[in-house]
Structures are given as structure tokens and as C-alpha cells.
């Protein structure tokens, strides 16, 4: 009972707080701005060229009110706003019209969820595994050159690292193709060649964000390792005799191992906001893409419904490993 | 000068130094530039770099060398601006939530917990499309500045709220030292370097978001800056024409300032915690 009384639903609290801050944040930017969405629309699509008499253009205004939750005083708008928040409707895209903002993330959600969580956890892995070595034995050759390397690759701004990527395999050396989910058309199949084309696709983004993400994790995982590695028990492990490989997998790099797992959780919390960059670079179909498009088509509705998705998403990660770190670390407890 | 003389002897940080050094002069440079970076067609158009034009011109008939200097001077001033900006914010919100603790401190924390959590990308990306007819230099500086600080004030907190357990906090609270004299005077000298360290890594992350933000078409294209400048090549097609030198230009430049900046934090820091300093040596 101390448990839930005197953690858990402080902590819960604090999770709808931040949620509901968030989610007003988003309310409230859009309309921060001088000039109104609904005439910016009309000035839009007057300089494409389109014309409206008058009467057809009034009613056109009440639509496009309605249709950007603007109706009433901003208190009736925030009434509302929550109302179809708490339905999960978050209306419809305004540059695919008719299509609703749900069906659109829908669609773009499997190829980032697809492309980031086999790359969040290939690299997670692959750079703690090689991390922790290097921090161990961090005195051979083997490992300072590691070492040098990730840190000239580290420091790359991702944009720029995936865009030389990009000149070198697709265009200088035309081994991988330069954009899209799959070859042009393709019709979604259960086949082996579908797979394999999919793949072939995903590859070099694939690439970039592993390339990186290993590098990143290898430094931090290398210096937690070595810090550990000075701590006294492993000196008395090695006095008493323990096997070196027993001392590294269940004594040092189960303890470094801790910080690791909290990052893992805010980066799979951030999954939702999709990798807008690798996806823009690699024109690869996904969340990110799409935000892309919502972000230059001005489509408020769509940027809204991806980022109340990728607070919820996030707050929510890291709900959930505040909860579970008992279980990796004996150590904390709450109450 | 001590302290730089022991620094100096790190080869991260002695090249870092250098390439930083070598790009404050081309900043510079931009003051003697003979052309205006915002006109078009002052050169001919696409030539490749010859002694007149020294990294060649690109398709908007502009001088490649003059561009630079301007783009890393801007990117550099964007870079400042939010960078001391944000550190102001940070050591206010870090020193006051660390010496004072009790309710406000738990309030500020709970904000700075609120900037780290929600996805700040995209509220930045949909600020900046709101005021994307107001960006200049100055205000895209403020506003990075307003969203880069939540961490840093954590880290800076934790610094202080070890230094008040300390002995001559004490001291000098029982001696008569007021709040403020004893934060300045006696605190600022501890935290120091390491807001000088989170200055470092804030400027890098502000420069690449900046990247990230040209990319989007989120700044004010007119005025060169790293990210500006490569953006362009861009949406010229300079890969597919094979305009090298303009392409590469922005991309060399700016993994040069990413490296050297990032070098430089990480001598820093190492050199303020001597148990990684130890490790490195090897003892």
C-alpha cells in the first residue's frame, strides 16, 4: 500500500500533467500566430489559381472554421479540442482531403516502426556488447582504435552523415537504390521478392542509423564500463579468482548495463515522432515523411495528430521504465 | 593559463583548438568580402575553383569562398546567441533549484522534466513555422535558446547541491555571507567549467538543428548560413550536375566545426573529472 499511495500515484499524476501540458502546447501554438489559418488557406489556393464566387466562398470559410476546430471563444475551442482528443480524433488532413489524419498515420506507421526498432535495437545491442569489451580490456590496441573512430563519426550531425552515405553507395557506387519504401508502384504481397525488395529499400537508411547509434552507444557503454571497472568489487573479484568472463557478463556489464536501459526507453519513446530526417533523405514512406509534408503543406491537423501521438508515446515509455527498473536494478526500490 | 598549458597537451585539444581558430578567421574574412551575400549573378555562374574564384562559384552566380565565410560566420553568431542564452536561463534555474531546493526547486525541476519530455523538435518546427516570416539570426538564436537549457540546469543543479553539503558552505553561511555573495563568489568558481563544457556541446547541437531547420525550408533562405548554404546545393541538383566544390564546401565545413567542437568537450570534461583522465593516461 506505501507502494501506491506514496509512488505510484504521485508518479501517475505527474505522467497526466505532463501529458496534459503537452497535449495544450500543442493547442495552443497554432494559435499564437498574427495571421489565421483559415485566410492563409484562401491565399493559398488563390495562388494556385482557383476561383470562388462569393457565396460558394463564404460557406468554403465556415468549413474550413469548423474543419480547424476555430469556432466559438478559445475556451469553447479548448472544450472541444480535448473532447475529440479523448474520441482519438484528430479530424481531417487538409492537403489529402478527405482522408482523416488516423488513417494516414496508420498507413506510414509500419515502415518507421519497422525501419526504427530493428535499427534502435540492433545498434543498442551491437554498441553495448562492443562498448563493454572495449571499456574492459581498454588498454589493447583493438580498443583505442575504436575509440578514435567513433569519435571522429560521432560528432557528424546525422543529416550530413546520411547524406554522404547517401552520394557514396547510391550515387557515386550504384550499389543500393536512392529512395522509396520499395521499387515504384509495388503492390504490398506475401512473396520473397516483395521482402527482398523491402529490405534493399531499408538498407542504407538502415545503415546511417546503426552506424551512428552503435557509435554513440559504444562511447557511453565504454566509459560506464571503465568506471565500474575502478569500483572495489571487482577488484575482490579478481583477487578471489573469478574467471575473467564471468567477472565481465554478470558482474561489470550488468551493472553498466542500467543507465543504458534508460536511455533505450526515451529512444523507443521517440519512435513516433518517426525519423523525420533519415526518412526526408532516403524519401523512405513513414511518420516522418509525412510530418515532412504536413510541415511544408502547412496541414495543422496532421502535425497536431503526430505530435499529441508522440507525447502520449514517450511519457508513456518512460512511465513504464520507471515502473520496471526495479527489476533490473534490486537496488532501487520505490518505498 | 595553466589550465590550457595541461589542456594543450591533449592532441584533441590542441587540433580542436586549431580548426576553430582557423574557422574564427574565416568568419572574419567575411567583413573583407567584396561581394554582398544576398545578391545573385555577381560572378559568372558554375565554374569550378580556379585562382580568381578560390572554391569556384555556384549556379546562383555567387562567390563560394565569400559565401562560407559568411555562412560559418552566421551559423557561429545563431550558435552564441542561443548558447549564452540558454546558459543563462540553465545556471539561473540549476543554482536556484540546487541552493534553494524545497518547493521551488521541485517546481523548476518539474518544468525542466516537462522540456525534456515532450518531443521538442516538433514544437520547435511548429514555432518556427509560425514566425518563419520574422526568422533572422537573433530571434532563431532565441528561439533554440528557449527549448536547449532543461538538461544542462539538471546537470548544474547536481553540481550544486554537492557543493552545499560541503564544509565551507557552511562556513560561510555561519560567517554571515549573504545568499547571493556566497553563489557568485564562492560556488560560480566550481561550476564554471562545466557550464562552460554544456556551452560547447549547446553551440553544436544549436548549429545542427539550424542544418536541420534549412533543410526543412524552416529559416530564412536569403541568408547564408551552414545550413542555408547546403540547402541550396541541394535543391540545385548540384550532385546530379556534378558541382563538387559546391556541395562539399558546407558538408566539410560543418563536420570540421562538429568535430572540433565536440573534441574540444570531451578534452574538457575529461580534464575536469581526473578519474577518466586517469584511465586515459593509463595509470
Redesign the interface.
Known amino acids: 500500500m506505501a507502494f501506491i499511495k506514496g509512488y505510484l500515484i504521485p508518479r501517475l499524476f505527474?505522467y497526466f500533467l505532463?501529458i496534459f501540458?503537452?497535449l495544450t502546447?500543442?493547442f495552443v501554438?497554432?494559435r499564437?500566430?498574427p495571421s489565421d489559418p483559415v485566410q492563409r488557406t484562401i491565399a493559398q489556393l488563390r495562388s494556385m489559381g482557383s476561383y470562388l464566387d462569393p457565396a460558394s466562398m463564404n460557406a468554403f470559410i465556415e468549413d474550413l472554421t469548423e474543419m480547424y476546430g476555430l469556432e466559438g471563444s478559445a475556451f469553447q475551442q479548448y472544450g472541444a479540442f480535448w473532447k475529440r482528443l479523448l474520441q482519438g480524433d484528430f479530424g481531417v488532413s487538409f492537403f489529402q482531403f478527405p482522408t482523416p489524419v488516423n488513417q494516414l498515420i496508420r498507413i506510414s506507421l509500419p515502415w518507421t516502426l519497422g525501419l526504427l526498432l530493428t535499427t534502435t535495437i540492433i545498434s543498442w545491442t551491437a554498441g553495448n556488447i562492443i562498448g563493454g569489451l572495449a571499456g574492459y580490456y581498454?588498454?589493447s590496441r583493438w580498443s583505442k582504435t575504436l575509440d578514435t573512430i567513433t569519435?571522429?563519426i560521432?560528432?557528424?550531425?546525422?543529416?550530413?552523415f546520411a547524406?554522404?552515405l547517401l552520394?557514396l553507395l547510391a550515387?557515386v557506387f550504384e550499389i543500393f537504390p536512392v529512395s522509396g519504401g520499395t521499387d515504384i508502384g509495388r503492390q504490398f504481397e506475401f512473396s520473397l521478392h516483395f521482402i527482398v525488395d523491402v529490405l534493399k529499400h531499408a538498407f542504407l537508411p538502415a545503415l546511417s542509423l546503426v552506424l551512428l547509434g552503435t557509435a554513440a552507444w559504444f562511447q557511453t557503454m565504454k566509459?560506464v564500463v571503465?568506471?565500474v571497472n575502478?569500483e572495489n568489487f571487482v577488484q575482490y573479484a579478481k583477487l578471489a579468482g573469478i574467471k575473467e568472463n564471468k567477472i565481465v557478463s554478470r558482474y561489470v556489464i550488468r551493472n553498466a548495463m542500467l543507465p543504458q536501459i534508460t536511455v533505450l526507453a526515451l529512444l523507443l519513446g521517440?519512435i513516433f515522432?518517426g525519423a523525420?530526417?533519415t526518412e526526408?533523405v532516403f524519401s523512405y514512406p513513414g511518420l516522418g515523411m509525412l510530418?515532412?509534408n504536413a510541415?511544408?503543406t502547412?496541414d495543422y491537423n496532421l502535425?497536431m495528430g503526430?505530435?499529441a501521438l508522440?507525447?502520449v508515446a514517450?511519457?508513456t515509455a518512460?512511465l513504464v521504465l520507471d515502473l520496471l527498473y526495479p527489476l533490473f536494478d534490486p537496488r532501487v526500490r520505490h518505498l | 593559463m595553466k589550465v590550457l598549458k595541461d589542456l594543450i597537451k591533449d592532441y584533441?585539444f590542441a587540433i580542436s583548438f586549431c580548426i576553430l581558430g582557423f574557422l574564427l578567421i574565416l568568419a572574419i574574412l567575411s567583413i573583407f568580402s567584396p561581394y554582398d551575400p544576398t545578391l545573385w549573378g555577381d560572378v559568372p555562374r558554375d565554374l569550378e575553383p580556379s585562382w580568381t574564384y578560390l572554391l569556384g562559384t555556384n549556379s546562383k552566380g555567387q562567390d563560394i569562398f565569400w559565401q562560407a565565410t559568411f555562412a560559418v560566420r552566421n551559423s557561429l553568431i545563431i550558435a552564441v546567441v542561443a548558447a549564452s542564452v540558454s546558459r543563462v536561463i540553465a545556471v539561473l534555474v540549476g543554482m536556484v533549484a540546487g541552493y534553494k531546493g524545497g518547493r521551488t526547486g521541485t517546481i523548476l525541476m518539474?518544468v525542466s522534466?516537462?522540456f525534456l519530455?515532450?518531443?521538442l523538435?516538433?514544437?520547435i518546427?511548429?514555432?518556427a513555422?509560425?514566425v518563419r516570416e520574422k526568422m533572422n539570426l537573433v530571434n532563431l538564436g532565441l528561439l533554440l535558446a528557449v527549448f536547449g537549457w532543461a538538461w544542462d540546469a539538471r546537470v548544474i543543479r547536481s553540481q550544486v547541491l554537492s557543493l552545499r553539503e560541503r564544509e565551507f558552505t557552511q562556513t560561510a553561511v555561519l560567517s554571515g555571507t549573504g545568499t547571493v555573495r556566497l553563489v557568485l563568489n564562492e560556488y560560480m568558481p566550481f561550476t564554471m567549467p562545466l557550464i562552460f563544457s554544456t556551452l560547447i556541446n549547446n553551440m553544436?547541437w544549436v548549429?545542427?538543428l539550424e542544418?536541420?531547420l534549412a533543410?526543412?525550408?524552416?529559416v530564412n533562405m536569403d541568408i547564408p548560413t551552414l545550413g542555408t548554404m547546403?540547402q541550396w546545393a541541394i535543391s540545385y541538383q548540384a550532385?546530379?550536375l556534378g558541382y563538387w566544390w559546391w556541395i562539399l564546401t558546407p558538408?566539410i565545413l560543418?563536420?570540421l566545426l562538429?568535430?572540433a567542437?565536440?573534441?574540444l568537450s570531451?578534452s574538457i570534461s575529461e580534464y575536469l573529472d581526473p578519474?577518466?583522465r586517469i584511465?586515459r593516461v593509463?595509470v
Open positions: 505527474q505532463v501540458l503537452g502546447a500543442v501554438i497554432p499564437m500566430t581498454n588498454r569519435m571522429i560521432r560528432p557528424i550531425p546525422y543529416y550530413i547524406f554522404a552520394l550515387y566509459l571503465q568506471n575502478a521517440q515522432s523525420l530526417i526526408i510530418l515532412y510541415i511544408i502547412g502535425i503526430i505530435t508522440s507525447i514517450i511519457t518512460i | 584533441r518539474f522534466d516537462v519530455v515532450i518531443p523538435f516538433l514544437i518546427v511548429m514555432l513555422m509560425l553544436a548549429i545542427g542544418i536541420t533543410f526543412l525550408g524552416l547546403l550532385v546530379l558538408i560543418s563536420i562538429f568535430v567542437l565536440y573534441w570531451v578519474r577518466t584511465q593509463g
